[in-house]
């Protein structure tokens, strides 16, 4: 018969045999695991150090059956047996798994690998928000047509249980918008820059050296990320999402410590905002710098740290905060996931599908944007600048106009119907760098 790895509370792994016996009423649930990084050890550091109140709580007991891993030979911080570990894929394909849990990211060749294991009849506990954003809805089909269970609580925010509270909310709420902060790395940059008046690569360098940022730190810092993250949450709120290329994404990577100075003189604080919300034309979603006043509870969360804020028509609006990213937050996700399958039995999850998003020549209502300009043409006077935009019918609001001893000005204007044309004629006639961002005024 085939054999299985048990976690021992000492923290080795011995052999047992698998009896075959269903899931939901065995006393031994046997556990893959696809990757074996910072997540990977985190979770059996948590399946080690929570055993006892595991087997207490589910009346069962959790073994590793096997682990894939790029290279067997690298020592790793947590303890894992020599035997456990595996560079192919088959090997866990033909393991005698229930449960696989995937924590190695990205989605060639991992989309291959659960849809087998899915087809297989195991059940899959991921937290790989890129896999779900593009080939989510085709994997949610699949397990619904093999009856397993698909579960993802820390592919979204890491430690914060959104996605189980979202389930609860939606049996009597109805969720008008759900934002929030979903990159710990991005949140990170913008505080210490914010902070310490340090410009964006001194920030990036050192979030990079504490580990927050990978080498590569694009998908964080050009919102591709905190992206993926919102599309799984608009799934689960909407029933539908927008398809990736049709949402609204833009990074932190153009941001300098003049934008920040600004934004702070005026009494606001840029986040990376992510939101969903409905319009009479269809759901939006967005990933951008936003224009948060000082007051707004999204930004007060600071350093690595996300937050989640939901807007219910019962409720009203709540905010859920804490770490989210890193090995143990982003663990204790998946383990709690873990646990969840084995107390409640299979049932069809929602079909998640794709909608078009509405067309340019619908109507739009007025947003508010800070506009911030930068600039030394002797034609970009202030009085001048303002007299181009109050005739072309923009509102100002409010108005901050700094100059530095080299003679360049620099100025932040709140603004309501500014538009992409008023920008190009700033950028043309007057000389003048420009860079907006929208505004969030009080928690709606």
Known sequence: MPKSLLLSEE??????????VDIMSADVIRVGLLGLGTVGGGVIKMIHSQQEKLSSRLGKRIEIVKALVR???????????ASLLTTSFEDVLRSDVDI?????GGVEPTYDYVRALIEKGCHVVTANKELLAKRGTELVELANQHQVH??????????IPILNVLRQFLRTNDISGVRGILNGTTNFILTK??????????????????????????????GFDAMYKLYILAQLVYGESLPLSDVVRKGISDLSAGHIRIASELGYRIKLIAQAYQTEQGI???????????????????????????????????????????????????????AYLLTQPFTPHPAWKEIAAATSEESEEIQRTLCYLEGSCSSATPDRVLHFLRTAGVTISKLKVQFDLGGVLRAGLI???????????????????????PVLEAAE
């Open 11 to 20: 923290g080795f792994f011995f052999f047992n045999n698998k009896d075959g």
């Open 71 to 81: 290279n067997s030979e690298k020592e790793r911080d947590v303890h894992v047996d």
């Open 100 to 104: 696989v849990v995937e924590v190695m």
């Open 150 to 159: 698909l579960a993802y609580e820390a592919s979204v925010a890491g430690g």
């Open 193 to 222: 820059m914010e902070a310490e008046q340090l410009s964006y690569q001194e920030v990036l360098k050192e979030a990079q050296e504490l580990g927050y940022a990978e080498a590569d730190p694009r998908s964080d810092v050009e």
């Open 284 to 338: 939006r979603l967005s990933v951008e710098p936003t224009m948060l006043p000082v007051t707004h509870p999204l930004a007060q969360i600071q350093d690595a740290f996300n937050a989640v804020q939901l807007s219910g028509n019962i409720v009203g609006d709540l905010l859920f905060t804490g770490r989210g990213a890193g090995e143990l937050p982003t663990a204790s996700a998946v383990v709690e996931d873990l």
């Open 415 to 437: 603004t309501s119907g500014l538009t992409e044309d008023h920008a190009a004629v700033l950028g043309s006639d007057f000389g003048l760098t420009v860079r907006c961002f």
